[in-house]
């Protein structure tokens, strides 16, 4: 008795049709890549102090450049959505917040905190002058 049906419910497309819970899962994921990729662009801020005042500068102009200043934003967004979903997970570990409703107000709320705090973060970065 074989049944024409996905495997998955992760084939989104031609069986299931996006929903917030499926994006946030994906994008939970993505943003762990680019925070993993992002560590690596620490590294290379932390290398250039080390190497001196000249190497620093070239790499501080790199990031005060305006693809410098969308990547340390972008990056910013990644963490802020990270940690707030992680917390939403580490939740769901302890069995609460399962019921529709409930994961619908999770997800929004976790879409809202990383923006505004992304937003904040971006906000005292470049009224201290951190990332001019």
Not at 14 to 30: E, F, V
Not at 42 to 62: D, K
């Amino acid at each position: 008795m074989s049944q024409k049906r996905p495997m998955s419910p992760f084939m989104i497309g031609p069986y299931y049709r996006p929903q917030i819970t499926s994006m946030m899962s994906i994008l939970h994921r993505a943003t762990g890549v680019i925070l993993a990729l992002g560590s690596l662009a620490l590294v290379w801020v932390l290398v250039s102090l080390s190497m001196g005042e000249t190497a620093f500068a070239a790499t501080r102009s790199c990031l005060a450049s305006p693809y410098g200043k969308l990547a340390l934003a972008g990056f910013a967004f990644c963490l802020m959505y990270h940690l707030f979903n992680g917390i939403r997970h580490l939740f769901w570990d302890t069995g609460r917040g399962f019921d529709i409703p409930a994961v619908y107000r999770s997800g929004y709320a976790v879409i809202v905190l990383s923006l505004l705090s992304t937003a904040i973060i971006w906000w005292l970065a470049t009224s201290s002058g951190g990332a001019a």
